[in-house]
């Protein structure tokens, strides 16, 4: 009796286990911020002596394990994490410590326990960043990869010439939709049409900046903007592809126009800002129920016309 309690109580915490890892969590704080944060422990109640620069090493390295991790779990764009595109490129792990070892670092004194604190932050945009990193190392085609990951070579139709928006943001407010933050965020009109990515934005202009920011809500979004400055876009997020926006048709042209002069003049600091709800859960259940089907009786009787089983008597 007691060994087969045990053994639901262990089916009970593995299948916990494998719906936790199913469901894995977006790290919000991450994309608000544009750049990870991380820290590492060591000290003295591990050792009785140690040298105080060696515990300093120790408590480094704990961070830097801490944000490799971190790092892989990132989500990249639709479908992919970063740990995804590992196996694409082999430059890019050595990429990823190039960008770990610059990052900056942060001591802290030690409490009473004795406990050393050691704080990086990694960067999403710059030259020496994740953005940076994964776009040159990873997301630009191979030899034996002629399509990149990024969906950045979908040609957009000729269209006549729009009219330079006067707006310097764009505000999208998505936060009646489940949606999930990534590294590169795609914009697309109701057909399909790629309008941006940041990895459209040309050298050396290209994550010097976020171009694409995150907030909660749409007072943080159009922060330090005058009446006029940003523009409230109506769009869309499917539930099949969580990390991807689809602009409506009645802003389409005024997103379309923004998104260009967003790639044509990458120095005039435009960006777009998505306004989503981080509390806000996917769609999911059960699928309804198949209708049941019409006996050939009942469609023969449909058929007939009223009061022909009287003309026949009553037979048939």
Known sequence: MR?????VITLIMLFSTCLVRADSAVDHQTFLQQKLVTFGLAGTPWENESAFDEERSRAWMDALHHAYEKILELPLMEGKLVRHVLQTNPALKQRLGMILLSAEKSFYQPDATGLLRCRIEVPLFGKLSLRSALYLAALRPQSQQPVSFLASWTARPKEEKLPVPECRKLVVDVRQFY???????RFFDSNGTLLFQESMIPQPERFSRPAVKFAFDTVTARESMEEGEY???SASVHELAARDVTIADVDAKVATAFCEQMIKH????????????????????????????????K??????????????????
């Open 3 to 7: 060994s087969g309690l045990l053994a």
């Open 231 to 233: 523009f409230y876009v």
């Open 266 to 297: 990458p120095n005039r600091e435009l960006e777009i800002v998505i306004v989503y709800d981080p509390a806000k859960k996917p769609v999911s259940g059960k699928l309804s129920a198949p209708k049941p089907e019409k006996s050939q009786k």
């Open 299 to 316: 469609d023969r009787d449909s058929k007939e016309e009223p009061g022909a089983n009287k003309a026949n008597g009553g037979l048939r």
């Open 179 to 185: 949606f999930e933050p990534s590294l590169f965020p």
